[in-house]
């Protein structure tokens, strides 16, 4: 009995540190409704979760995009877009978050 296997890299995740190629050859494997960058050798992924185009980033909760509206240069879209993002309560923990970890930074000046 013979036992085919095919090899499948692993899928994209947010906050991989990739090579080009190796991003490349991941990306094509994902859904079309899931979107990613490679910036700086880390990966920075976006979902689109609705029929009106939005891309909304699961690294930063409250970035929202308007694909739509970001190919035909429609800024008053685009900020009403974003600040609709911008007013969730997933943004606001997300805020909430980074405040409790910079104030227990010690403050460096430089």
Same mark, same amino acid.
């Given at each position: 009995?013979?036992?085919?296997?095919?090899?499948?890299?692993? @899928?994209?995740? #947010? =906050?991989?540190? %990739? $090579?080009? *190629?190796?991003?490349? /050859?991941?990306?094509?494997?994902?859904?079309?409704?899931?979107?990613?960058?490679?910036?700086?050798?880390?990966?920075?992924?976006?979902?689109?979760?609705?029929?009106?185009?939005?891309?909304?980033? @699961?690294?930063? #909760? =409250?970035?929202? %995009? $308007?694909? *739509?509206?970001?190919? /035909?240069?429609?800024?008053?879209?685009?900020?009403?877009?974003?600040?609709?993002?911008?007013?969730?309560?997933?943004?606001?923990?997300?805020?909430?978050?980074?405040?409790?970890?910079?104030?227990?930074?010690?403050?460096?000046?430089?």
């Amino acid at each position: 009995m013979t036992t085919e296997f095919t090899y499948q890299p692993p @899928v994209l995740e #947010p =906050g991989d540190h %990739l $090579d080009q *190629p190796t991003f490349h /050859a991941r990306y094509e494997l994902m859904p079309e409704t899931i979107k990613a960058e490679l910036i700086n050798g880390v990966v920075f992924e976006a979902v689109l979760p609705d029929v009106e185009g939005r891309y909304c980033s @699961v690294v930063f #909760p =409250g970035l929202w %995009l $308007d694909g *739509p509206a970001l190919l /035909a240069l429609d800024g008053k879209k685009l900020i009403a877009t974003l600040q609709l993002g911008i007013e969730t309560r997933e943004h606001a923990q997300f805020v909430s978050q980074l405040a409790d970890e910079c104030s227990r930074r010690p403050n460096v000046e430089g």
